[in-house]
C-alpha cells in the first residue's frame, strides 16, 4: 500500500458505532495516488460503513480520516464531493430520469445555487459517458436499463462528479458474467490509465480482489489482513477472513489461482 506520506487516503485507528453497535474498531489504511483498494470481509464485517465513514457520511468516534492530508472533518460537503464520488450498491433505478439527466446530476457540487449547466459541465458528463460507454444509452430511462448497464451508467455520474478518488460498494454483485467483465474492464481502465485512486468494497475474489493493487480484510469491523492479492488469496488467510474453506486452482487472473468454497471444510 502506498506509504503514509504519498497516500491520497490515510485511516488510522479509525472507531464508528451506530447506536450502541461498535461497527470499526482500530482499522486503519493508505491508499496511494492510482491504487485500487479491494476491501472483503463476511456481511457485518463493517466494509460499507468504511466507504461511508471515507466519504463523510458518518461521524468518527475515534481515530481519523484525511484525505489528501486533510482531515475530512475540515471538508465542506461540496468541497468533498469534488474529490471524492461514491457509488453505493446497486438499488433500485431512479424513477423519472433519462441516464444523461442522471449523469448531469453529478455536477451538482460544481453548480452555483440555482444555475444551469454550463458547456464544460456538458462537456464533463459527454466524457464519463464516453469513458464508460453509455453514450448510446443517454435517452434511455433509467428504469429500463439492465443492471449492468445501471452500474456503469452509476459510476458515469460519480465521473461527472468530477472527483479522482472514487468509492464503490459491491460494483460487480448481483451482475451476470458479462456485465461483470465490462465493470472490471472500466474500472481497470479508469485507475490503470486513468490514474484514479479506487476503494472497492467486493465478495468478488477471482475478479476485483485479483486485479486490485492491495487488499484490506474485515473481519468483525477489525483489519484482519492487508497485504497483495497473491498474499490474500490464499485458503488458510481466505478460512481466517469467512471462516469457511476455500480450494485454489490454477487459471484465475494475473497468475492468481482461482479461489472456490469448499463445501463443508474450514
Given at each position: 500500500m502506498g506509504t503514509l506520506s504519498g497516500s491520497r487516503i490515510e485511516v488510522r485507528d479509525l472507531g464508528v458505532r451506530l447506536g450502541e453497535a461498535e461497527i470499526l474498531a482500530g482499522v486503519g489504511l493508505s491508499v496511494a495516488a492510482g491504487e485500487l483498494l479491494a476491501v472483503i470481509g463476511p456481511n457485518g464485517a463493517g466494509k460499507s460503513t468504511l466507504l461511508r465513514a471515507i466519504d463523510g457520511l458518518l461521524p468518527v468516534r475515534h481515530g481519523s480520516i484525511a484525505i489528501d492530508g486533510r482531515p475530512v472533518s475540515d471538508?465542506?460537503?461540496r468541497e468533498l464531493a469534488r474529490v471524492v464520488s461514491f457509488v453505493p450498491q446497486s438499488g433500485a433505478p431512479a424513477d423519472g430520469y433519462t441516464v444523461r439527466a442522471f449523469v448531469e446530476m453529478g455536477r451538482y457540487p460544481h453548480l452555483p445555487t440555482w444555475s444551469g449547466l454550463t458547456s464544460d459541465d456538458r462537456r464533463v458528463v459527454d466524457e464519463a459517458l464516453e469513458l464508460t460507454e453509455t453514450g448510446h444509452l443517454a435517452a434511455r430511462a433509467l428504469t429500463t436499463l439492465s443492471g449492468g448497464e445501471r452500474q456503469r451508467v452509476s459510476i458515469a455520474a460519480a465521473l461527472a462528479q468530477?472527483?479522482?478518488?472514487?468509492l464503490l460498494d459491491e460494483p460487480t454483485s448481483f451482475l451476470d458474467v458479462r456485465h461483470q467483465v465490462q465493470v472490471l474492464e472500466l474500472l481497470g481502465r479508469l485507475h490503470r490509465d486513468g490514474g484514479y485512486t479506487v476503494v472497492a468494497v467486493t465478495h468478488d475474489l477471482n475478479g476485483l480482489v485479483a486485479d486490485a493493487d492491495s487488499v484490506l480484510g474485515l473481519v468483525g469491523g477489525r483489519v484482519a489482513c492487508s497485504a497483495r492479492p497473491?498474499?490474500?488469496l490464499d485458503a488458510e488467510v481466505l478460512a481466517g477472513i469467512f471462516s469457511s474453506g476455500f480450494r485454489l486452482l490454477p487459471g484465475?487472473?494475473?497468475?492468481?489461482?482461482?479461489v472456490v468454497p469448499a463445501r463443508g471444510e474450514r
Open positions: 471538508y465542506r460537503r468530477g472527483g479522482s478518488i472514487l497473491a498474499e490474500v484465475g487472473r494475473h497468475g492468481l489461482p482461482v
